[in-house]
Antibody, heavy 119, light 111 residues
C-alpha cells in the first residue's frame, strides 16, 4: 500500500527555522517525484515545488523560490521542506504528494503538516 | 489570482447535475497539458478525483466525469449526493512556470 506519512504539527516563533518531513512507503521512492503544496487557512492549494529523489533534481514555483528549501534522503525514503527564518505568513497546512512525472497528477497525498508561526 | 480560474462556488439539489469549469491559457491547458481534478472533504487532504482530463481512478463513481476543450476543462457531477459536498480543484502543468498550477478551488454545496 502506497503511503506518504508526514511529520507532526509544529508551533514556531517568527525567525525560527523548521524542517518538516514526508516519508514514502509501499513503492519505489526513487521512481516518483515528491511535490509540496501549501494551503493557507481557508484558502486554496498552491504548488510550491518538487523533487526527484533519485538525483535530487528540484524545481520551485517562482512564488516560493528562495523562501523554502526542498530536499530528499533516498536512503530513508524521505523528502523534506525547510525554512531558515519563518514568518507569520508561513502559517498553513503543508501537504506532500507523489507524481510519476511533472505533468502527471498527484496520485497519493500525505495527511498534511500544520505549521503555526506566532509570537 | 490563480493561474487556472474556477468559480468560487456552485450548488445543486440532491439528484441534480452540476458542472465546475477550469479556465487556463496557452501555456497550460491550451498547450495540451492534461487537467487533473481533486476533491477535498472538510478537514482532509485532497484526493485525486479525475486524471488525464477524463479518467477516473479506481473507486471514483461514474457520476463524476471530466472533459477538456481548448483552454478550458470541466468536471461534471450527476446525481448529486450529500457526500459530494466538498472543495474541488483543477490542476495542470504550466510551461512558462515550469511546474504545476492549481485552480483557486470551487466549493460545492448540496442544498
Amino acid at each position: 500500500e502506497v503511503q506518504l506519512v508526514q511529520s507532526g504539527a509544529e508551533v514556531k516563533k517568527p525567525g525560527e527555522s523548521l524542517k518538516i518531513s514526508c516519508k514514502g512507503s509501499g513503492y519505489s521512492f526513487t521512481s516518483y517525484w515528491i511535490g509540496w503544496v501549501r494551503q493557507m487557512p481557508g484558502k486554496g492549494l498552491e504548488w510550491m515545488g518538487i523533487i526527484y529523489p533519485r538525483d535530487s533534481d528540484t524545481r520551485y514555483s517562482p512564488s516560493f523560490q528562495g523562501q523554502v528549501t526542498i530536499s530528499a534522503d533516498k536512503s530513508i525514503s524521505t523528502a523534506y521542506l525547510q525554512w531558515s527564518s519563518l514568518k507569520a505568513s508561513d502559517t498553513a497546512m503543508y501537504y506532500c504528494a507523489r507524481q510519476s512525472s511533472t505533468t502527471r497528477p498527484f496520485d497519493y497525498w500525505g495527511q498534511g503538516t500544520l505549521v503555526t508561526v506566532s509570537s | 489570482q490563480s493561474v487556472l480560474m474556477q468559480p468560487p462556488a456552485v450548488s445543486g439539489a440532491p439528484g441534480q447535475r452540476v458542472t465546475i469549469s477550469c479556465t487556463g491559457s496557452s501555456s497550460n491547458i491550451g498547450a495540451g497539458y492534461d487537467v487533473h481534478w481533486y476533491q477535498q472533504l472538510p478537514g482532509t487532504a485532497p484526493k485525486l478525483l479525475m486524471y488525464g482530463n477524463y479518467n477516473r481512478p479506481s473507486g471514483v463513481p461514474d457520476r463524476f466525469s471530466g472533459s477538456k476543450s481548448g483552454t478550458s476543462a470541466s468536471l461534471a457531477i450527476t446525481g448529486l449526493q450529500a457526500e459530494d459536498e466538498a472543495d474541488y480543484y483543477c490542476q495542470s502543468y504550466d510551461s512558462s512556470l515550469s511546474g504545476s498550477v492549481f485552480g483557486g478551488g470551487t466549493k460545492l454545496t448540496v442544498l
